[in-house]
């Protein structure tokens, strides 16, 4: 089993059991894993992983899920945390800027964005607080304030 799906192994061949786990591996891996049963006799030379199976990616699991959790359904951390709400919303936030400041062109436009996108608002005070961005020093300060506050709004 895997975030892909499920493998039923009993009762069968060792090139099956290679087949089906293949198909259930995450999509970055399964052109190397496949090779390696190849290399090792595992599964005939020929044999393809089938398309239905070659989008196990984390981005396609939130692309499906995403409705579910904008309904409430399948959070972040379905076993539990020790997070707070503020610090689930912050690690949201933080990696929206991680993902929109790969480049130097998109840290410059999501600045931009950040400095247009106004003062944060009442409600991200205590997150902003828990960064120590609450009262900012400084002009880095303050644009880190900006960009996290962006970064709260847009990742909510």
């Given at each position: 089993?895997?975030?892909?799906?499920?493998?039923?192994?009993?009762?069968?061949?060792?090139?099956?059991v290679i087949a089906a786990l293949l198909n259930i591996a995450d999509s970055r891996f399964q052109e190397q894993l496949l090779g390696e049963?190849?290399?090792?006799?595992?599964?005939?030379?020929?044999?393809?992983?089938?398309?239905?199976?070659r989008r196990n990616l984390p981005e396609r699991l939130d692309e499906v899920l995403a409705a579910y959790r904008a309904r409430g359904f399948?959070?972040?951390?379905?076993?539990?945390?020790?997070?707070?709400?503020?610090?689930?919303?912050?690690?949201?936030?933080?990696?929206?800027?991680?993902?929109?400041?790969?480049?130097?062109?998109?840290?410059?436009?999501?600045?931009?964005?950040?400095?247009?996108?106004?003062?944060?608002?009442?409600?991200?005070?205590?997150?902003?607080?828990?960064?120590?961005?609450?009262?900012?020093?400084?002009?880095?300060?303050?644009?880190?304030?900006?960009?996290?506050?962006?970064?709260?709004?847009?990742?909510?």
């Amino acid at each position: 089993m895997s975030e892909y799906g499920i493998a039923e192994l009993r009762g069968r061949s060792d090139e099956e059991v290679i087949a089906a786990l293949l198909n259930i591996a995450d999509s970055r891996f399964q052109e190397q894993l496949l090779g390696e049963a190849r290399r090792a006799g595992k599964i005939a030379a020929d044999y393809r992983i089938p398309e239905g199976h070659r989008r196990n990616l984390p981005e396609r699991l939130d692309e499906v899920l995403a409705a579910y959790r904008a309904r409430g359904f399948f959070s972040d951390y379905p076993f539990g945390t020790d997070l707070s709400a503020e610090e689930i919303a912050l690690a949201r936030a933080l990696r929206y800027l991680e993902e929109r400041t790969a480049s130097r062109a998109a840290r410059l436009r999501t600045m931009l964005d950040a400095l247009l996108h106004g003062a944060p608002g009442t409600a991200q005070r205590a997150a902003l607080a828990r960064m120590g961005l609450a009262q900012p020093r400084g002009m880095s300060e303050r644009l880190q304030q900006r960009l996290v506050a962006l970064a709260l709004a847009r990742s909510a």
